[in-house]
């Protein structure tokens, strides 16, 4: 199965899922290159987002949905921003804009069939480092 594709600029990336296990591909339009950027056995790896040099993707596990964003030249999972238990509901869709990621929530049940577009900030600001020396009174 595919999901659907996200396209910035020349970048396309799209998720494939297979009984092998399922994985995010970036294609570069204009060539023939294609390049997997993660892949898992067990967890199911789809929607992605793409924007600029970062992708957003969702990872949904036995536990759970989880929004993840990473840097499309570094390795590894990425960092989760979001995540959601099973009980709790499914996340879907993706979006990823400068500093922020969108996804939906979906949280069926008999009474409400219900989704939500949940916004979460990428960026924090940082803390100002204390100098080390004279403490303060």
Do not use: C, W
């Not at 790896?45 to 993707?57: D, E, H, M, Q, T």
């Not at 939500?116 to 204390?130: D, M, Q, T, W």
């Amino acid at each position: 199965q595919l999901s659907p594709p996200s396209l910035d600029g020349g970048v396309l990336l799209y998720g494939i899922a297979r009984t092998r296990g399922s994985r995010i591909v970036q294609r570069v339009l204009g060539n023939r290159k294609r390049r997997t950027l993660i892949r898992s056995g067990s967890a199911l790896l789809f929607n992605p987002a793409v924007k600029g040099r970062s992708f957003a993707y969702v990872r949904t596990a036995g536990r759970g949905s989880r929004l993840m964003v990473r840097k499309r030249s570094k390795r590894g999972r990425g960092k989760s921003v979001f995540g959601v238990r099973r009980s709790r509901g499914t996340l879907t869709s993706t979006a990823l804009t400068e500093g922020r990621a969108y996804v939906t929530l979906l949280h069926p049940s008999a009474t409400d069939p219900g989704a939500e577009v949940v916004e979460v900030a990428l960026k924090r600001k940082k803390k100002p480092k204390r100098k080390k020396g004279k403490k303060k009174r």
